[in-house]
C-alpha cells in the first residue's frame, strides 16, 4: 500500500554541513504490516518518517499511497490517511483546550465547518472510548488536557489517533519520555489498538526486546540505509544476539558500539 | 462619565475582541489593527455620506476589514513574511487606501443618518438621554458579537482554531491546512475590528485617518487586565473578560484624562505614554502571575 522508491534526501546541501540523511530507500509496505525499526542515534528513522508524512519532501525519489505518487502532496493532505505519535507527549494534543475539544478536534480528519457537533451523544461516545484507557480519564471530559500526566497524554493521544481510522500509524519512540510504568501500558495498549483495527504500523524505538517481541516485520537502520529488512518465521525467531552479530556482519564492523547502535533500556 | 465610561468600554471592546483573538486564539500576533480600524471607519462615512443603507455598509466595513486580515495572513504564508512584519505591512498600505477611500483626511458625519442617531431617535420619545442610548446600544452589540463568537468557537472550525494557536502540528496531523486557519482567524479577527472603527466614527461624529493610530495598545491592554478576571478554558469567560478588561481599561484612561487635566504640566498628547504604561505594568503582571505558579506547582504526579 505504501512504497518508497530510491529515495534520498540530502539536509544542508552545498555547505561544509551538507548531509545524505536517508540513501537509496527502496521499501514496500502491505497493509496490516507492523513494523519495528531500530537504529542508532542519526541513523535516519525520524527522517524515514518525515518523508512518509510529507513533512520532507526527498531530494529524489517517488512515496507512493495506494499507488497514488504523493511524494510531494502537503503534509496535512496526507495526514488524512495517516496517524503520528512523536516522543515528546505534547505534540499530540493541545494543553490548553478541554479533553471533549481535543477528542472532538480529532474525532474526523480533514477540514472542518463551523458546525457544532459536540453534543450530548457525542460525549457519551467520547467517553465509552476513554474508558478502554482505563485511566479515569472518562470522568475530566472538561479538564485541560494541559492538566493531565505524560503518559495520560500519550495514551489519549494514541487513543484520538485510532479514532480517526488512518491507513497507516507512524510512532516515533512514542514511549520514550515516560517513565517505565507509562511505557509499558501506552505500548501494550499501542498494541492492542493495532490487533483491534487491524492497523498498518511503523514503530520506531530504542529498544531491542520490544523491536523482537512486537510486529510482523522489522528494520535495522544505519547512516541512512535500511540494512537489514525481516519478516515472518525469520523475524519470530530473532533474538538480541542474532540481531547484534546480523548487523556486524552487515557492516563488517568490529567496533563494540552495540550500546549506541541497539541501546537497550 | 458612567455611561460613557461603558459605552466606549464596549465600543472598543468589539475591537479588543478582534485582538483577542489573533493574540490569544490564533497566537498570531497582528498589527493589521491599527490599518482595519480606520478602514472600517472610512468604509462606513463614505457610504454614509453618499446616503447608502446604514446595515449595508457596516457589512461592508466587516468585509472590508475581513479582507485586510486575510491579506496579512497570505503575505504571511505564502512569502513567510514574520506576522508582525506582514501585519505592518497591511497597515501602512491601508494608510493609502483608507485616504482613497474617505477622499480626504477627514469626513464629518455631523449632519448624516447614522446608526446611532436612528438609536437615539427611537429611544429619546421614552426617555433616554443621548449618552444612556448609546451606552445601551454599544452593550447591545457587543453581546451580539460576544454570542456569536461564543457558539463561533464552539463549532468543529472554531476547536479547530483554537488548537491552532496551541499547537499547529496537532491541526496538521488532523488533516487541516493551517495557512487556510490563519486566512479564516485574522480575517475574521480584522472584520470585527473594522465593525469597531465603523461604529466609532458615528459616535465621534467623523472618520480621520489618523483614527486608529495605536490603537492597538488599548485592545492588547483591554485583553490583558481581563486576564486578571476569570480563569477559566470556556470561551463564554474569556471573551466577557475581554469586554470587562476593556471597560476597566477605558475607566482608568478616563481617570488619566481627568488626572492630565489637573496636572499642570502633563499635556493630553501624554495619554498615549500612559497607555503604554498601562501595557507594561500589566505585562509585568502577567509574568509576575507566571512565575509564582510555576514556583507553587510541585509536579504534581
Ligand atoms: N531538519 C534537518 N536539518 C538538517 N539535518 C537534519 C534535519 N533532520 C535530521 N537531520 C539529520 O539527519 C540525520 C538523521 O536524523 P534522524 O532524526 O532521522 O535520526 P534518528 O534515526 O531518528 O535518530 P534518533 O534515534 O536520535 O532519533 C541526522 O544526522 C540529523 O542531524
Ligand atoms: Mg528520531
Same mark, same amino acid.
Given at each position: 500500500?505504501?512504497?518508497?522508491?530510491?529515495?534520498?534526501?540530502?539536509?544542508?546541501?552545498?555547505?561544509?554541513?551538507?548531509?545524505?540523511?536517508?540513501?537509496?530507500?527502496?521499501?514496500?509496505?502491505?497493509?496490516?504490516?507492523?513494523?519495528?525499526?531500530?537504529?542508532?542515534?542519526?541513523?535516519?528513522?525520524?527522517?524515514? /518518517?518525515?518523508?512518509?508524512s510529507?513533512?520532507?519532501?526527498?531530494?529524489?525519489?517517488?512515496?507512493?499511497?495506494?499507488?497514488?505518487?504523493?511524494?510531494?502532496?502537503?503534509?496535512?493532505?496526507?495526514?488524512?490517511?495517516?496517524?503520528?505519535?512523536?516522543?515528546?507527549?505534547?505534540?499530540?494534543?493541545?494543553?490548553?483546550?478541554?479533553?471533549?475539544?481535543?477528542?472532538?478536534?480529532?474525532?474526523?480528519?480533514? /477540514?472542518?465547518?463551523?458546525?457544532?457537533?459536540?453534543?450530548?451523544?457525542?460525549?457519551?461516545?467520547?467517553? $465509552?472510548?476513554?474508558?478502554?484507557?482505563?485511566?479515569?480519564?472518562?470522568?475530566?471530559?472538561?479538564?485541560?488536557?494541559?492538566?493531565?500526566?505524560?503518559?495520560?497524554?500519550?495514551?489519549?493521544?494514541?487513543?484520538?489517533?485510532?479514532?480517526?481510522?488512518?491507513?497507516?500509524?507512524?510512532? $516515533?519512540?512514542?514511549?520514550?519520555?515516560?517513565?517505565?510504568?507509562?511505557?509499558?501500558?501506552?505500548?501494550?495498549?499501542?498494541?492492542?489498538f493495532?490487533?483491534?483495527?487491524?492497523l498498518?504500523t511503523?514503530?520506531?524505538?530504542?529498544?531491542?526486546?520490544?523491536?523482537?517481541?512486537?510486529?510482523?516485520?522489522?528494520?535495522?537502520?544505519?547512516?541512512?540505509e535500511v540494512?537489514?529488512?525481516?519478516?515472518?518465521?525469520?523475524?519470530k525467531a530473532l533474538?538480541?544476539?542474532?540481531?547484534?552479530?546480523?548487523f556486524?556482519?552487515?557492516?563488517?564492523?568490529? /567496533? $563494540?558500539?552495540?550500546?549506541?547502535?541497539?541501546?537497550?533500556? | 462619565?458612567?455611561?460613557?465610561?461603558i459605552?466606549?468600554g464596549?465600543?472598543?471592546?468589539?475591537?479588543?475582541?478582534?485582538?483577542?483573538? =489573533?493574540?490569544?486564539?490564533?497566537d498570531?500576533?497582528?498589527? +493589521?489593527?491599527?490599518?482595519?480600524?480606520?478602514?472600517?471607519?472610512?468604509?462606513?462615512?463614505?457610504?454614509?455620506?453618499?446616503?447608502?443603507?446604514?446595515?449595508?455598509?457596516l457589512?461592508?466595513?466587516?468585509?472590508?476589514? +475581513?479582507?485586510?486580515?486575510?491579506? +496579512?495572513?497570505?503575505?504571511?504564508?505564502?512569502l513567510?513574511?514574520?506576522?508582525? &512584519?506582514?501585519?505592518?505591512?497591511?497597515m501602512?498600505?491601508?494608510?493609502? %487606501?483608507?485616504?482613497?477611500?474617505?477622499? =480626504?483626511?477627514?469626513?464629518?458625519?455631523?449632519?448624516?443618518?447614522?446608526?446611532?442617531?436612528?438609536?437615539?431617535?427611537?429611544?429619546?420619545?421614552?426617555?433616554?438621554?443621548?449618552?444612556?442610548?448609546?451606552?445601551?446600544?454599544?452593550?447591545?452589540?457587543?453581546?451580539?458579537?460576544?454570542?456569536?463568537?461564543?457558539?463561533?468557537?464552539?463549532t468543529?472550525?472554531?476547536?479547530?482554531?483554537?488548537?491552532?494557536?496551541?499547537?499547529?502540528?496537532?491541526?496538521?496531523?488532523?488533516?487541516?491546512?493551517?495557512?487556510?486557519l490563519? %486566512?479564516?482567524?485574522?480575517?475574521?479577527?480584522?472584520?470585527?475590528v473594522?465593525?469597531?472603527?465603523?461604529? =466609532?466614527?458615528?459616535?465621534?461624529?467623523?472618520?480621520?485617518?489618523? &483614527?486608529?493610530?495605536?490603537?492597538?495598545?488599548?485592545?492588547?491592554?483591554s485583553?490583558?487586565?481581563?486576564?486578571?478576571l476569570?480563569?477559566?478554558?470556556?470561551?463564554?469567560?474569556? =471573551?466577557?473578560?475581554?469586554?470587562?478588561?476593556?471597560?476597566?481599561?477605558?475607566?482608568?484612561?478616563?481617570?488619566?484624562?481627568?488626572?492630565?487635566?489637573?496636572?499642570?504640566?502633563?499635556?493630553?498628547?501624554d495619554?498615549?505614554?500612559?497607555? %503604554?504604561?498601562?501595557?507594561?505594568?500589566?505585562?509585568?503582571?502577567?509574568?509576575?502571575?507566571?512565575?509564582?505558579?510555576?514556583?507553587?506547582?510541585?509536579?504534581?504526579?
Amino acid at each position: 500500500m505504501i512504497s518508497l522508491k530510491n529515495i534520498a534526501i540530502v539536509f544542508n546541501k552545498g555547505t561544509p554541513d551538507e548531509n545524505l540523511a536517508l540513501n537509496n530507500i527502496n521499501l514496500s509496505i502491505k497493509e496490516g504490516d507492523f513494523i519495528t525499526i531500530i537504529g542508532s542515534n542519526g541513523a535516519g528513522k525520524s527522517t524515514l /518518517f518525515n518523508i512518509i508524512s510529507g513533512s520532507y519532501f526527498p531530494t529524489s525519489g517517488t512515496v507512493s499511497i495506494n499507488n497514488i505518487d504523493v511524494t510531494r502532496h502537503a503534509e496535512y493532505k496526507r495526514a488524512k490517511y495517516i496517524g503520528r505519535i512523536f516522543q515528546n507527549p505534547l505534540m499530540g494534543t493541545a494543553g490548553n483546550m478541554s479533553l471533549e475539544d481535543n477528542m472532538m478536534i480529532s474525532y474526523k480528519k480533514g /477540514f472542518k465547518w463551523p458546525i457544532l457537533s459536540l453534543n450530548q451523544k457525542m460525549r457519551q461516545f467520547f467517553q $465509552d472510548e476513554l474508558k478502554q484507557l482505563d485511566m479515569g480519564l472518562e470522568n475530566r471530559l472538561r479538564d485541560n488536557v494541559g492538566l493531565f500526566s505524560g503518559g495520560q497524554r500519550q495514551a489519549l493521544t494514541l487513543l484520538m489517533m485510532v479514532l480517526s481510522q488512518p491507513a497507516l500509524i507512524l510512532l $516515533d519512540e512514542h514511549t520514550a519520555a515516560l517513565d517505565p510504568k507509562n511505557a509499558a501500558l501506552v505500548l501494550e495498549l499501542t498494541s492492542h489498538f493495532v490487533k483491534k483495527y487491524n492497523l498498518t504500523t511503523m514503530m520506531i524505538t530504542h529498544n531491542m526486546n520490544h523491536a523482537i517481541e512486537y510486529g510482523n516485520r522489522l528494520f535495522m537502520m544505519d547512516k541512512g540505509e535500511v540494512i537489514f529488512d525481516v519478516q515472518g518465521e525469520e523475524k519470530k525467531a530473532l533474538t538480541q544476539a542474532r540481531l547484534i552479530e546480523k548487523f556486524h556482519e552487515i557492516r563488517h564492523s568490529e /567496533f $563494540d558500539n552495540d550500546k549506541v547502535l541497539l541501546s537497550q533500556d | 462619565m458612567f455611561e460613557s465610561i461603558i459605552a466606549e468600554g464596549c465600543l472598543y471592546g468589539i475591537m479588543a475582541l478582534g485582538v483577542f483573538i =489573533t493574540f490569544r486564539v490564533l497566537d498570531f500576533p497582528d498589527l +493589521t489593527v491599527d490599518g482595519s480600524f480606520p478602514l472600517g471607519a472610512a468604509i462606513m462615512a463614505a457610504f454614509l455620506v453618499k446616503g447608502y443603507s446604514l446595515w449595508l455598509a457596516l457589512v461592508l466595513a466587516f468585509v472590508g476589514g +475581513t479582507m485586510a486580515g486575510m491579506l +496579512t495572513a497570505v503575505l504571511h504564508n505564502e512569502l513567510k513574511i514574520p506576522n508582525l &512584519l506582514a501585519g505592518i505591512l497591511t497597515m501602512i498600505l491601508l494608510y493609502s %487606501v483608507n485616504l482613497r477611500i474617505l477622499g =480626504t483626511s477627514n469626513v464629518s458625519l455631523l449632519n448624516v443618518d447614522t446608526i446611532l442617531s436612528r438609536v437615539f431617535g427611537f429611544l429619546k420619545p421614552i426617555g433616554f438621554s443621548r449618552e444612556m442610548s448609546y451606552m445601551l446600544f454599544f452593550i447591545l452589540a457587543i453581546f451580539i458579537i460576544k454570542f456569536i463568537m461564543d457558539v463561533f468557537f464552539r463549532t468543529d472550525l472554531g476547536l479547530t482554531l483554537g488548537a491552532l494557536g496551541n499547537n499547529q502540528q496537532m491541526i496538521i496531523s488532523q488533516g487541516v491546512n493551517p495557512k487556510l486557519l490563519k %486566512v479564516i482567524g485574522v480575517g475574521f479577527s480584522n472584520g470585527l475590528v473594522a465593525i469597531s472603527g465603523a461604529l =466609532t466614527a458615528q459616535y465621534q461624529n467623523f472618520a480621520d485617518v489618523g &483614527l486608529g493610530q495605536g490603537i492597538i495598545i488599548a485592545g492588547l491592554a483591554s485583553v490583558m487586565i481581563g486576564e486578571f478576571l476569570f480563569r477559566s478554558n470556556r470561551i463564554g469567560w474569556l =471573551t466577557l473578560n475581554v469586554i470587562l478588561g476593556s471597560i476597566i481599561f477605558h475607566g482608568v484612561m478616563y481617570g488619566a484624562r481627568l488626572a492630565i487635566f489637573e496636572i499642570p504640566f502633563l499635556e493630553s498628547s501624554d495619554l498615549k505614554a500612559v497607555q %503604554v504604561l498601562l501595557v507594561i505594568i500589566c505585562l509585568a503582571g502577567v509574568l509576575a502571575r507566571e512565575h509564582q505558579r510555576k514556583k507553587g506547582k510541585e509536579k504534581p504526579r
